[in-house]
């Protein structure tokens, strides 16, 4: 890893593929020189009753949300200084505004994940990111 990383983004859901790209952050990120934010995007757009969506609806969402980045953090080594995010919104587009955000150096994601449509719709996740992001994007299969 070049000296001059300071941040690194990994998306994810609860899916196997997320789980190797945190590893694959974490091998990249070895000496613990940069600083690794987890990000989970919360789909709400897509639940059709997303107008109806209740203050408890939302409410368990995010605690599952939560749930997720809580055990994506025991992952990593207690002294690599990790960041979690939770978002709503549409993937793609979240990942995308919260990398420029940072300004992230690298994003490390898994080339899909958990779908309504699996594969085919966040196959479009990654390909997204990867088109329209400035830093380098690394995809875990």
């Known amino acids: 890893m070049s000296a001059n990383m300071k941040r690194i983004l990994v998306p994810i859901d609860s899916s196997e593929i997320a789980e190797r790209a945190m590893q694959e952050a974490i091998k990249v990120n070895r ?5 690794v934010h987890v990000l989970y995007v919360a789909d709400i757009n897509k639940l059709a009753i997303n107008a109806y969506l209740s203050g408890n609806v939302l409410l368990e969402i995010g605690k ?12 990593f080594p207690e002294s690599m200084k990790v960041v979690k995010v939770y978002r709503t919104g549409d993937p793609a587009e979240t990942i995308t505004e ?3 955000e940072i300004d992230a150096d690298l994003i490390i ?16 996740v990654s390909k997204y990111v990867l088109e329209r992001t400035k830093c380098p994007v690394l995809i875990v299969k």
């Open 98 to 100: 919260y990398a420029k």
């Open 31 to 35: 000496f613990g020189e940069a600083e």
């Open 109 to 124: 994601m898994g080339s899909r994940g958990l779908g309504l449509v699996r594969g085919v719709l966040l196959g479009s």
């Open 64 to 75: 599952a949300g939560e749930r997720i980045l809580n055990a994506a953090l025991e992952k």
